[in-house]
C-alpha cells in the first residue's frame, strides 16, 4: 500500500460545479496537509496548507483534514475553466525533521464550460 | 509566496552527454532543495534533498554518481545528468524550502529533458 493514495482521475464537471478531491495515507505521522495546482509542463503552485485537522478556506477552495480517519479533501466551489488542472495532496512527516514531502499521484481535473 | 527559477526550461540532447540543471531561490535563503522526476501522468518523485553546503541524501534507487547534486549557497541547487540516455528524458523538478518558510516548499517551474 502506498503511503498516500489519491484518484488520477480524470475527473470532467460543468462550470460552476463544486469540485471535491480526496486522498487518504497510511502514515499517522504526517502532520502538515498541502494541495498543489499543475497546469500542463509547469511546476506545481502551492494552494492550501493546513496542519493538523480541521478546515481552512481560501476564496472558492476549502481544505479540510480529518487525521481520525487520515483523509483529506479540497472542496472547490463555482469551478473555473481557469481551474482545469492537476491537483496534488502532499503531506509531511515532521517528525522526520526534514521538509520531505509525500505525494498523491494527482487527479485531472477539467472544467467545461 | 517565494519565487524558484530553473534553467532551462528544456533541453534536447544526444545519450552520452551530460546536462546541468540550476535552481535558485530569487528572494529567500533555501537552507534544503529537493529534486523530483517527473514522468508523464504520473506524480513527482522525490530524487533527493540536498542541505547548503552538505552531501546530498539519495532516495532509493536514485544513482548518486548519475545524477550529482550541488547545493554550494544558499540560493542555488545544480543537477548534473551524466552520461544521459534516452530513459532519462523526464520532467524535472526543484523545491526550495528555509527556516524562514516553516515547512512550506517552493517549486521552479521544472525542465524538461529529452535524451535522444
Known amino acids: 500500500q502506498k503511503e498516500v493514495e489519491q484518484d488520477p482521475g480524470p475527473l470532467s464537471v460543468p462550470e460552476g460545479a463544486i469540485v471535491s478531491l480526496n486522498c487518504t495515507y497510511s502514515n499517522s505521522a504526517f502532520q502538515y496537509f498541502m494541495w498543489y495546482r499543475q497546469y500542463s509542463r509547469k511546476g506545481p503552485e502551492l494552494l492550501m496548507y493546513t496542519y493538523s485537522s480541521g478546515n481552512k478556506e481560501d476564496g472558492r477552495f476549502t481544505a479540510q483534514v480529518d487525521k481520525s480517519s487520515k483523509y483529506i479533501s479540497l472542496f472547490i466551489r463555482d469551478s473555473q475553466p481557469s481551474d482545469s488542472a492537476t491537483y496534488l495532496c502532499a503531506m509531511i512527516d515532521s517528525g522526520a525533521g526534514s521538509y520531505q514531502l509525500t505525494f498523491g499521484k494527482g487527479t485531472k481535473l477539467s472544467v467545461i464550460p | 509566496g517565494a519565487v524558484v527559477s530553473q534553467h532551462p526550461s528544456r533541453v534536447i540532447c544526444k545519450s552520452g552527454t551530460s546536462v546541468k540543471i540550476e535552481c535558485r531561490s530569487l528572494d529567500f535563503q533555501a537552507t534544503t532543495m529537493f529534486w523530483y522526476r517527473q514522468f508523464p501522468k504520473q506524480s513527482l518523485m522525490l530524487m533527493a534533498t540536498s542541505n547548503e553546503g552538505s552531501k546530498a541524501t539519495y532516495e532509493q534507487g536514485v544513482e548518486k554518481d548519475k545524477f550529482l547534486i550541488n547545493h554550494a549557497s544558499l540560493t542555488l541547487s545544480t543537477l548534473t545528468v551524466t552520461s544521459a540516455h534516452p530513459e532519462d528524458s523526464s520532467f524535472y523538478i526543484c523545491?526550495?524550502?528555509?527556516?524562514?518558510?516553516?515547512?512550506?516548499?517552493?517549486f521552479g517551474p521544472g525542465t524538461r529533458l529529452t535524451v535522444l
Open positions: 523545491s526550495a524550502g528555509g527556516l524562514a518558510n516553516g515547512n512550506e516548499q517552493f
